[in-house]
């Protein structure tokens, strides 16, 4: 049966007033003439009774109360073990059950949260890459299992200063993270072979915890994944010369065997047409070498200051195309060599897309504080999947195409510390474009 607090209290007030009144009741029938002894009584003997009731049922409540204020400190220590209980039906057992429910909740929560913080744990501490938590001030608050193994052979970093610690390591890795920022830099490392080369990759980020200041290092270990796309670029390399080699071989030597057969029956009258054909398969080949060679062994740009007028007309008079604008009169540094053999590239590579010649365009201008060269086409455009690899070297949609000239374009451009975008034009085609920095001879 649910009672109120309200209703509880007026009983009992209720029911110690009906006692009192009961109690002078008597004792006026048995002393009527005696008031004050009446009034003394009752004072001597109710008042006494009322206090000792409401001040079980206070301490009770009380008790709870301070039960409550226990547990709530106990939820801010982290401690969520505790419940309470209340023998009445009212609105203090409403209370109660609220706060054990919040208790309950607190506890899955907290139980879930170790369970996550237990799986981060177990992860971070196994993660092949070395994770370095470090304070503004330079200790060690949290290294795993890797940074333990890298940097001091399996001991134990925290508390130690990052400074002391990298005294004990390879120069190359107090270099890295002397220099700041992220990037990649080689160790040498001793193997029963000697010393072997390790490439590292180092990422660096900052960020404030519990009101301070941290710096997060990551290093990661990239020496067996780049030995894995070294491989694997050499396996294209070879699948793409041995194409190439077999394609022009296979017919040389069956023109050789023609041309001795016929020879050797007197018949020299298709001689000629043999030995062209075998001087235009070896042109094909030796140009197909060289374009390897090329880009194997691209020098280091020589710059020279260059107006764009004279420069574009030397390459009009190799390749078809227009000049789109205003060509900037101001010159730029550049190696006229490599830049020519890139802008050949992709405006040969703008004929073979199908677009008609006068639809290949080529545009240069000054955008704030960039050069930007772009070579236009009419031609179907690119796939997002051609997109994303046309810049990988090998990579080639055209049957007999080695994959070179996208990249060539792309080495020479990086090589005068510029980058290559490709994107498809509104209304079909496609834009290549090179962006290059200013040089003083520009500015």
């Known amino acids: 049966m649910r009672l109120s607090l309200l209703t509880r209290w007026t009983a009992l007030i209720a029911t110690l007033l009906t006692v009192g009144i009961v109690i002078a009741q008597a004792l006026s029938h ?70 054990n429910a919040l208790g309950d909740v607190l506890r899955q929560q907290r139980l879930a949260l170790v369970q996550r913080e237990l799986l981060l744990d177990t992860m971070v501490q196994n993660t092949p890459v070395a994770m370095l938590l470090v304070s503004d ?59 072997e080369e390790e490439v590292y990759h180092l990422a660096r ?42 394609n022009s071989l296979a017919p040389l030597t069956s023109l050789a065997h023609s041309g001795a057969e016929l020879v050797r029956r007197g018949q020299t009258g298709r001689l000629p047409q043999i030995l062209a054909t075998i001087e235009e398969r070896t042109r094909h080949l030796e140009t197909f070498i060289l374009g390897y060679a090329r880009f194997a062994k691209l020098p280091t740009p020589h710059l ?29 540094s550049f190696d006229p060599a490599q830049l020519e053999q890139a802008l050949l590239n992709l405006i040969k590579n703008a004929h073979e897309s199908g677009s008609q010649p006068h639809h ?30 046309a810049l990988v070297p090998f990579y080639s949609t055209k049957r007999s195409g080695t994959g070179l000239g996208l990249a060539l374009a792309r080495e020479i451009i990086e090589a005068h510390g510029g980058r290559i975008t490709l994107a498809n034009r509104e209304g079909g085609g496609l834009t290549v474009t090179l962006i290059l920095k200013l040089s003083d001879a520009s500015n």
Request: aromatic share 6%; charged share 20%; proline share 4%.
């Open 205 to 246: 980020r900052s960020f404030h915890l519990n009101g301070r200041r941290h710096e997060l290092l990551l290093l990661r270990q990239l020496t067996m994944e780049l030995r894995r796309q070294e491989v694997q670029t050499w396996k294209k390399v070879i699948r793409v010369i041995s194409h190439e080699l077999n």
């Open 30 to 99: 048995y002393f009527p003439n005696r008031p004050g002894l009446v009034l003394a009584v009752c004072l001597l003997c109710v008042v006494p009774i009322a206090i000792i009731t409401i001040r079980a049922q206070l301490e009770q409540m009380l008790s709870l109360f301070r039960a409550l204020t226990g547990t709530v400190t106990s939820y801010q220590d982290g401690d969520f073990s505790f419940s309470l209980h209340w023998q009445h039906n009212d609105e203090l057992s409403d209370l109660v059950a609220a706060h």
């Open 137 to 195: 001030n330079g200790p060690v608050v949290y290294a795993n299992v890797a940074a333990r193994q890298l940097l001091a052979e399996g001991r134990k970093l925290e508390g130690h200063r990052l400074d002391a610690i990298l005294e004990q390591v390879a120069p190359a890795l107090s270099e890295a993270l002397a220099r700041g920022g992220d990037g990649l830099f080689t160790t040498r490392a001793a193997d029963a072979d000697g010393e």
């Open 360 to 389: 290949v365009a080529l545009e240069i201008r000054r955008v704030h504080d960039v050069l930007r060269i772009d070579v236009h086409d009419r031609g179907p455009g690119m796939s997002e999947a051609v997109l994303t690899n």
């Open 304 to 332: 020279a200051t260059q107006h764009w007028a004279p420069f574009l007309a030397r390459i009009s008079e190799q390749i078809v195309f227009r000049v789109v604008g205003t060509l900037p009169a101001e010159p730029y």
